[in-house]
């Protein structure tokens, strides 16, 4: 395999006091796998998404930034990309072409891809609603030819129109399951695309059914349309194949939803039906393995894994909502993993008994792949460098797992079944120094090298330069080589005869590494989100003097803790910019920053990468209460007043402050904030140096829920109606209610109001067993009059956060089993019951 490109000679001291870090060192040798099993590497793939198998053995490879290679069955991967979207895409962040699936059946030489399309001259992300210019994700049919490439003229969109608002939580998995449809997996876009609910654990986008954000969608695999049998068709659907469908209705395209990022998802090849597992990533707290069901509602956001969304591994808070399905396994990120990626079902015989349909899952955080049979969790195989993607393709008459991986710059590796024989070694070489002046003597080191069985290693070496071969049982060698770019060649041989596959690395004597400067950002520099970040840098060669800027490239990841995501994908110039991020969510803001790296190449294909860190500018928000010691929200965390947390200047944080009760169950309702707002939900942008602000709140001696006013006829339209103002507390169930009125007849009016923590459309019910109306911010919802069955009855309304919205109900019953209960709900909250105990008499 040629690792030419991994060479990244001379490290300069001088960057290191200029905030610069140079990369060097060898790639990283073979992931520890259990007895019995080797890990080797197949390929060398910048940034691979996915990967996916033709019947006659192709495997086809997606790279983040636009190209779709093909390896040939015999084992090469070909140079010329089938296809290169990279003009039409956009892959900043986690956009970009991210999935591939192949027809199955060969005839149609069909393949499907998921890819982030340009839909303007730039790739805007925002943190607030979709912002004008955004692109939006595709999933298109495509011919593969005989010839390993693909005419794009033959393109054949399926679904497109999907938001990517924030650039991440775009999903992007297709499969094709046994029923002949087409599956493909959809994230909640990272913020809401309508801006009224805020980004990570607070966006309700998955929960808007009109929308195919947050949902596993089934479709026909050469027309896009709706799968026939899919859960929701018929009255109240549209389709939203090519864009959202009218608010309030329900996307015929939908299998299942409430999910944040369903990343990957697999199908059980030995299933007598379509089975898969959906791996769903986590927010704070859990990552989630799902299994595909019609229909089903995952929970997101309210639920995360088996628990309610509380941040907490330890607190599930309260039981599973009604009408929503629990995951089939989760594990909580205390274990040191913490973003699930690909998965696979093992198919049966390729591998011992043992692991007969064994489900097996990658975390990119951990760098594991870890296996669930019957409910338990195990380690396959540690040390991958975070794998993005798994599938099971051809190997040595079998199968084998394949992954790709984003370890020494982007590689596919192979995990295959040896069972007691001799496994095959693997060789890793590097050079140092690889550059300097002629004649150069370099050391060339195997020592990263191993043998899946522990045995000793000999050194095969071929120096590329015309002089004899040379073999030894050190994993060094030091070489001479005169002026000239030279390919040193290295295999190792176990002590019964097998020998690895030959690795490269180049030496190129008489020629010097480039010198890289990075002018911008400047070490020590720091950004507000929603700035203009600019970056600029140059290069010196001691041969080529002055590199252009088609020399130079620029890539930009986020770190969090200890992993990264993908923000701008390698560009070349001397010069660019980009608007700086957000965090991914408040809880990574303590822990999160941007890492600029400049690569310069010169003419023999030296290179020389520099990396600068740069942070966010953190600001200590402090939210206090008056009273102290007040509930307040703030993305979605509930907090006790004086907190104070991390945030990013420029940085918006959706407050709220939900109703409350003291130890002596006094009800509190905010009177205003510090800044004079009296909105109880708010949006407030981060401050550029730390600030406090307060939510004073007041006690109020108002009653709670509905007050109710008791009649002796059972219409309350007449004009003989008489109102009784009772002189004792209403009696539920009672033969008489109250005195005065008869106990078969009467009627009740209650009157009250409520503060939604939304703007968005709210679900009113009432559970009666007779005459019932309610009126909703003066519009009626419910008219549901002398009806003696008992049942449920709704309405929905769209209302305004903050503000209170009277409501009044009325009741009639001429029975002693008088029943009556209110409840209001949204997609973004749990459901807010007013029962009879909070009904209360004037």
Avoid at 3 to 25: D, E, N, Q, S
Avoid at 579 to 601: I, M, Q
Avoid at 607 to 613: E, Q
């Amino acid at each position: 395999m040629n690792r030419m490109r991994r060479v990244v000679p001379v490290v300069v001291g001088a960057l290191v006091a200029a905030g610069l870090t140079a990369l060097a060192g060898p790639p990283a040798s073979a992931a520890t796998v259990p007895a019995g099993f080797t890990d080797a590497l197949v390929a060398d793939v910048d940034n691979p998404t996915a990967i996916a198998f033709t019947a006659d053995g192709r495997m086809l490879v997606t790279q983040q930034a636009g190209r779709l290679r093909v390896r040939t069955a015999a084992g090469q991967l070909l140079t010329t990309p089938a296809l290169d979207l990279a003009g039409r895409i956009c892959t900043n962040s986690e956009r970009g072409l991210l999935g591939v699936a192949v027809d199955p059946d060969p005839a149609t030489r069909a393949i499907y891809l998921y890819y982030t399309a340009r839909t303007s001259s730039t790739c805007p992300s925002s943190q607030g609603a979709n912002p004008a210019g955004a692109p939006v994700n595709r999933v298109s049919r495509f011919v593969l030819r005989d010839d390993n490439t693909v005419d794009p003229a033959s393109e054949r969109i399926l679904l497109d129109g999907i938001y990517s608002p924030a650039g991440n939580h775009n999903a992007g998995d297709v499969h094709v399951g046994k029923d002949g449809f087409l599956y493909v997996s959809v994230g909640d876009g990272g913020c809401d695309y309508k801006g009224d609910s805020g980004c990570g654990g607070n966006n309700d986008a998955s929960r808007d059914r009109n929308v195919l954000l947050g949902k596993i969608v089934r479709v026909d695999r050469t027309t896009g349309a709706p799968a026939p049998g899919n859960p929701f068709l018929g009255a109240g659907t549209a389709s939203c194949r090519l864009g959202p469908a009218p608010a309030g209705s329900i996307c015929q395209e939908t299998f299942a939803w409430g999910l944040r990022n369903p990343f990957r998802f697999a199908f059980d090849p030995d299933a007598a039906g379509t089975v898969f597992h959906v791996n769903d990533v986590g927010q704070n707290a859990w990552e989630e393995i799902d299994l595909g069901t019609a229909g089903a509602d995952y929970g997101w956001p309210v639920r995360e894994g088996h628990c309610a969304q509380t941040g907490s591994t330890t607190n599930c808070g309260g039981p599973l909502p009604a009408g929503m399905t629990n995951p089939i396994h989760d594990y909580g990120r205390p274990t040191g993993c913490g973003s699930i990626t690909g998965g696979a079902f093992v198919p049966n015989g390729a591998w011992p008994a043992a692991y007969d349909s064994a489900y097996l899952f990658a975390d990119y955080v951990c760098g594991k792949i870890m296996m669930l049979v019957g409910g338990t969790r195990t380690d396959l195989a540690t040390g991958l460098g975070g794998a993005v993607h798994l599938e099971f393709g051809p190997h040595a008459g079998s199968q084998a797992l394949y992954y790709t991986t984003y370890a020494n710059g982007g590689e596919i590796r192979r995990i295959a079944y040896t069972g007691t024989a001799n496994r095959v070694p693997t060789a890793v070489v590097s050079a140092s120094p690889a550059t300097g002046a002629a004649p150069l003597v370099t050391t060339l080191d195997g020592s990263r090298s191993s043998d899946p069985d522990g045995g000793a290693l000999t050194y095969l070496w071929a120096f590329g330069d015309g002089t004899p071969d040379a073999t030894t049982t050190s994993p060094t060698v030091q070489h001479t080589y005169a002026a000239g770019t030279w390919t040193a060649t290295l295999r190792v041989r176990d002590a019964a005869g097998a020998t690895s596959t030959p690795v490269t690395v180049r030496i190129s004597s008489g020629n010097t590494a480039p010198t890289v400067t990075m002018t911008s950002p400047a070490a020590g520099a720091t950004f507000a989100v929603g700035s203009t970040v600019r970056l600029s840098g140059s290069a010196t060669d001691a041969q080529d003097g002055s590199l252009p800027g088609t020399r130079l490239s620029w890539s930009v990841v986020r770190v969090h803790d200890q992993h990264t995501h993908p923000f701008l994908a390698p560009a070349p110039g001397n010069e660019l910019t980009f608007v700086a991020p957000g965090p991914e969510d408040l809880a990574a803001a303590a822990t999160s920053y941007l890492r600029v790296s400049l690569t310069a190449t010169d003419s023999q294909g030296v290179t020389t990468t520099v990396t600068r860190d740069l942070q966010p500018r953190k600001v200590a928000v402090t939210l206090a209460t008056s009273p102290a010691g007040r509930t307040l929200t703030v993305n979605g965390q509930t907090v006790t007043g004086p907190t104070t947390l991390t945030s990013w200047a420029g940085f918006d944080l959706r407050l709220g402050v939900p109703a409350q009760t003291d130890a002596q169950g006094v009800p509190y309702v905010l009177d205003r904030w510090s800044d004079g707002s009296t909105a109880a939900d708010r949006v407030w942008t981060t401050p550029a140096t730390a600030a406090t602000l307060t939510a004073t709140l007041r006690a109020t001696t108002e009653q709670t829920g509905l007050l109710g006013t008791y009649f002796d006829n059972a219409d309350l339209t007449g004009a003989t109606v008489t109102r009784v103002d009772p002189g004792v507390d209403f009696r539920w169930l009672a033969a008489a209610p109250v005195a005065g009125i008869g106990a078969d007849t009467f009627s009740v009016r209650w009157t009250g109001s409520v503060v939604p923590r939304y703007t968005q459309t709210y679900t009113f019910a009432t559970t009666s067993d007779d005459g019932v109306r309610l009126w909703v911010d003066g519009r009626l919802i419910i008219d549901q009059w002398n009806r003696h069955a008992p049942r449920i009855d709704t309405g929905t309304i769209a209302l305004t956060a903050g503000r209170a919205v009277p409501i009044r109900l009325e009741f009639f019953d001429d029975r002693l089993d008088a029943t009556i209960q209110l409840r209001w709900s949204s997609p973004s909250q749990p459901s807010e019951i007013v029962p009879a105990s909070r009904l209360r008499t004037r």
